[in-house]
Protein backbone atom coordinates (compact mmCIF):
# COMPACT_ATOMS: atom_id res chain seq x y z
CA UNK A 1 0.00 0.00 0.00
CA UNK A 2 1.22 3.16 -0.88
CA UNK A 3 1.09 6.11 1.52
CA UNK A 4 -0.33 9.47 -0.41
CA UNK A 5 2.67 11.05 -0.64
CA UNK A 6 3.69 8.08 -2.77
CA UNK A 7 0.89 7.93 -4.72
CA UNK A 8 1.43 11.75 -5.86
CA UNK A 9 4.45 10.98 -6.95
CA UNK A 10 3.55 7.62 -8.13
CA UNK A 11 1.14 9.48 -10.43
CA UNK A 12 3.54 12.86 -11.57
CA UNK A 13 5.97 10.26 -12.55
CA UNK A 14 3.69 8.83 -14.74
CA UNK A 15 2.42 11.58 -16.28
CA UNK A 16 5.92 12.95 -16.73
CA UNK A 17 6.89 9.27 -18.63
CA UNK A 18 3.57 9.91 -20.79
CA UNK A 19 4.45 13.62 -21.61
CA UNK A 20 7.92 12.30 -22.93
CA UNK A 21 6.63 9.69 -24.73
CA UNK A 22 4.15 11.92 -26.46
CA UNK A 23 6.54 14.76 -27.27
CA UNK A 24 9.62 12.60 -28.96
CA UNK A 25 8.70 13.14 -32.60
CA UNK A 26 10.79 12.12 -36.05
CA UNK A 27 11.56 13.57 -39.01
CA UNK A 28 13.56 11.80 -41.91
CA UNK A 29 16.82 13.56 -41.98
CA UNK A 30 17.99 15.69 -45.25
CA UNK A 31 21.48 16.35 -46.46
CA UNK A 32 20.99 19.97 -44.97
CA UNK A 33 20.84 18.23 -41.14
CA UNK A 34 24.38 16.71 -41.76
CA UNK A 35 25.91 19.37 -40.44
CA UNK A 36 23.94 19.26 -37.21
CA UNK A 37 24.20 15.88 -36.88
CA UNK A 38 28.06 15.35 -37.42
CA UNK A 39 28.38 18.29 -34.11
CA UNK A 40 25.76 16.10 -32.06
CA UNK A 41 27.78 12.64 -32.87
CA UNK A 42 31.27 14.29 -32.73
CA UNK A 43 29.86 15.07 -29.22
CA UNK A 44 28.25 12.45 -28.05
CA UNK A 45 31.32 9.81 -29.37
CA UNK A 46 34.28 11.97 -27.59
CA UNK A 47 31.88 11.87 -23.83
CA UNK A 48 30.89 7.92 -24.67
CA UNK A 49 33.68 6.05 -27.08
CA UNK A 50 37.07 6.93 -24.40
CA UNK A 51 38.39 4.09 -26.50
CA UNK A 52 38.68 6.27 -29.77
CA UNK A 53 41.64 8.40 -30.38
CA UNK A 54 41.61 11.57 -31.82
CA UNK A 55 42.47 10.48 -35.42
CA UNK A 56 40.13 7.99 -34.73
CA UNK A 57 37.09 9.79 -34.69
CA UNK A 58 37.91 12.22 -37.10
CA UNK A 59 38.49 9.63 -39.65
CA UNK A 60 35.23 8.44 -38.75
CA UNK A 61 33.64 11.84 -38.99
CA UNK A 62 35.05 12.58 -42.42
CA UNK A 63 32.85 9.45 -43.28
CA UNK A 64 29.86 10.50 -41.89
CA UNK A 65 27.99 12.06 -44.73
CA UNK A 66 28.50 8.31 -46.42
CA UNK A 67 26.91 6.57 -43.50
CA UNK A 68 23.95 8.59 -43.22
CA UNK A 69 23.36 8.30 -47.33
CA UNK A 70 23.50 4.74 -46.79
CA UNK A 71 20.89 4.46 -44.07
CA UNK A 72 17.04 5.30 -43.37
CA UNK A 73 18.09 8.35 -41.34
CA UNK A 74 15.93 9.79 -38.75
CA UNK A 75 16.07 13.23 -36.52
CA UNK A 76 14.66 13.05 -32.87
CA UNK A 77 13.25 15.78 -31.07
CA UNK A 78 11.47 16.61 -28.21
CA UNK A 79 9.90 19.32 -28.50
CA UNK A 80 11.71 21.84 -30.51
CA UNK A 81 14.79 20.79 -29.46
CA UNK A 82 17.05 17.85 -31.32
CA UNK A 83 18.38 15.32 -29.01
CA UNK A 84 19.59 12.67 -31.83
CA UNK A 85 19.39 10.32 -34.39
CA UNK A 86 18.77 6.83 -35.95
CA UNK A 87 19.58 5.06 -38.82
CA UNK A 88 18.10 1.69 -39.77
CA UNK A 89 18.74 -0.34 -42.76
CA UNK A 90 17.07 -3.96 -43.41
CA UNK A 91 15.79 -4.51 -39.73
CA UNK A 92 19.11 -3.53 -38.02
CA UNK A 93 19.90 -0.48 -35.83
CA UNK A 94 23.30 0.76 -37.81
CA UNK A 95 23.63 3.96 -35.57
CA UNK A 96 21.35 5.52 -32.64
CA UNK A 97 23.04 8.47 -30.87
CA UNK A 98 21.48 10.90 -28.34
CA UNK A 99 22.56 14.49 -27.40
CA UNK A 100 25.13 13.99 -24.17
CA UNK A 101 22.49 16.11 -22.00
CA UNK A 102 19.51 13.52 -23.36
CA UNK A 103 21.71 10.70 -21.96
CA UNK A 104 20.51 8.85 -19.37
CA UNK A 105 16.79 10.23 -19.19
CA UNK A 106 14.78 7.75 -20.99
CA UNK A 107 14.88 8.77 -24.56
CA UNK A 108 16.99 6.41 -25.66
CA UNK A 109 14.57 3.36 -24.99
CA UNK A 110 11.70 5.30 -26.04
CA UNK A 111 13.66 5.67 -29.72
CA UNK A 112 14.48 2.01 -29.25
CA UNK A 113 11.14 0.77 -28.75
CA UNK A 114 9.88 2.70 -31.39
CA UNK A 115 12.00 1.75 -33.86
CA UNK A 116 11.34 -1.60 -32.61
CA UNK A 117 7.81 -1.72 -33.31
CA UNK A 118 7.64 0.52 -36.01
CA UNK A 119 11.02 -0.88 -38.37
CA UNK A 120 11.19 -3.95 -37.08
CA UNK A 121 14.53 -3.80 -35.64
CA UNK A 122 15.85 -7.21 -34.75
CA UNK A 123 19.76 -6.44 -34.38
CA UNK A 124 22.31 -4.24 -33.82
CA UNK A 125 26.28 -4.07 -33.30
CA UNK A 126 28.57 -2.20 -30.58
CA UNK A 127 32.25 -1.68 -29.29
CA UNK A 128 32.71 -4.08 -26.93
CA UNK A 129 35.01 -1.34 -25.13
CA UNK A 130 31.76 1.04 -24.57
CA UNK A 131 29.87 -0.91 -21.56
CA UNK A 132 27.34 1.68 -21.31
CA UNK A 133 25.72 1.12 -25.16
CA UNK A 134 25.65 -2.93 -24.55
CA UNK A 135 23.87 -2.79 -20.71
CA UNK A 136 21.38 0.02 -22.24
CA UNK A 137 20.94 -2.59 -25.55
CA UNK A 138 21.11 -6.14 -22.75
CA UNK A 139 18.36 -4.09 -20.62
CA UNK A 140 16.04 -3.06 -23.81
CA UNK A 141 15.67 -7.00 -24.56
CA UNK A 142 18.97 -7.83 -27.04
CA UNK A 143 21.77 -10.28 -26.13
CA UNK A 144 25.18 -10.96 -27.57
CA UNK A 145 25.14 -13.23 -30.58
CA UNK A 146 28.66 -13.08 -31.52
CA UNK A 147 32.09 -11.30 -31.89
CA UNK A 148 34.15 -9.94 -34.18
CA UNK A 149 38.07 -9.54 -32.94
CA UNK A 150 37.88 -5.94 -35.57
CA UNK A 151 35.12 -3.04 -36.50
CA UNK A 152 34.12 -3.58 -40.04
CA UNK A 153 37.00 -0.96 -41.21
CA UNK A 154 39.69 -3.39 -39.68
CA UNK A 155 40.37 -1.46 -36.94
CA UNK A 156 40.81 -3.42 -33.61
CA UNK A 157 37.77 -2.03 -32.05
CA UNK A 158 35.91 -5.68 -30.68
CA UNK A 159 32.12 -5.39 -32.45
CA UNK A 160 29.95 -7.45 -30.35
CA UNK A 161 27.00 -8.27 -32.64
CA UNK A 162 23.70 -8.00 -30.88
CA UNK A 163 20.13 -10.14 -31.39
CA UNK A 164 16.94 -8.46 -30.49
CA UNK A 165 15.43 -11.81 -27.95
Known sequence: MHSNFQTVILVTLNRIEWRNKMSIISHHARS?????????WRET??????????TDIDQIQRMLPVYFDAVNLLTWFHGEELIGFSGTKNYKLEM???????????????????????????????????PDALAFYQHNGFHIANRDAEDNQGRPFPILHLKLT
Open 32 to 40: EDYDALTIL
Open 96 to 130: LFLDVRCLHQGYGSQILERLINENHIQTVDVNEQN
Open 45 to 54: VVTTHKFLKA
